[in-house]
């Protein structure tokens, strides 16, 4: 007895042609999502580097105040800004009747835009759009990356 085989109308299989079409149909969609990802990954970053300014340029304003307030000694020739930034991190005495250590940052944020996650500095006396630290103190931060924001603004520029 020789056994025939039969196909049934509608069989459950797939054809290559519905596969290339699956195919084309999710390269689309996957080639749609990644730069939405992407986009998203770097406004989150934005995001981070706004607030770490932010946090910064308090501290420092903070550390100014308390200078021109009297509650931090001035040093001769100095500008009242910080020296570094560590001097936010790790406080500086009070000139109150009971002296207190004032710290104005727990930790130093990290510049997400960039590798090494390190600050550029400006002093009081350097020009304003100046690349090159003076060393005297730490009136401004700004982000040393060479990268375009969303917006077409440059991160050094924030």
Do not use: C
Request: hydrophobic share 35%; no cysteine; aromatic share 8%.
């Amino acid at each position: 007895m020789v056994h025939q085989m039969h196909y049934r109308k509608g069989s459950s299989g797939v054809t290559l042609i519905e596969l290339i079409v699956a195919m084309g149909i999710l390269t689309i969609l996957v080639s749609g999502i990644l730069p939405l990802s992407y986009m998203t990954y770097k406004r989150s970053k934005e995001i981070e580097l706004r607030q770490n300014l932010r946090l910064i340029r308090t501290a420092i304003d903070d550390y100014k105040k308390m200078v021109d307030d009297g509650r931090i000694a001035l040093k001769l020739d100095s500008s009242g800004y910080p020296e570094s930034l560590e001097v936010l991190v790790e406080g500086v005495d009070s000139n109150d009747p009971d002296p207190i250590k004032l710290k104005f940052l727990r930790r130093i944020p990290r510049d997400p835009m960039t590798e090494d996650g390190e600050w550029g500095l400006r002093s009081y006396a350097d020009d304003p759009d100046s690349d090159i630290w003076g060393g005297q103190d730490v009136y401004d931060v700004y982000s040393q990356s060479d990268e375009q924001a969303l917006d077409g603004t440059d991160y050094r520029d924030w």
